[in-house]
Nanobody, 117 residues
């Protein structure tokens, strides 16, 4: 059974940076497109960034483009989300997701990111 474990969340001041990590196990990592989602209180879960298996294709939601960078290390079975210039509206629980041929297969438990002074 596949598993995703996120880490790296925390409290950061506006304008600060954080890097989230997500370690995968139990499935063929290189077969999967990997994604980061987030969910703020009272809001629906939204797709933040996605990366294909070979890392040549990345996508971002408009609100984070230019500030966030998604990457992956297939040898370490890990994806990352580097978040710069953080804003209070980036506050959310961030989830790692593994997608195979258009179907979401695995979710992590989430890691809280709070941007506040």
């Amino acid at each position: 059974q596949g598993q995703l474990v996120e880490s790296g969340g925390g409290l950061v001041q506006p304008g600060g940076s954080l890097t989230l990590s997500c370690v995968a196990s139990g499935f063929t990592f290189t077969d999967y497109r990997m994604k980061w989602y987030r969910q703020a209180p009272g809001k629906e879960r939204e797709l933040v960034a996605a990366i294909n298996s070979a890392s040549w294709n990345t996508n971002y939601t408009d609100s984070v483009r230019g500030r966030f960078t998604i990457s992956r290390d297939n040898f370490k079975r890990t994806i990352y989300l580097r978040m710069n210039s953080l804003k209070p509206e980036d506050t959310a629980v961030y989830y790692c997701n593994a997608e195979l041929r258009g179907t979401s297969r695995y979710w992590g438990q989430g890691t809280q990111v709070t941007v506040s002074s």
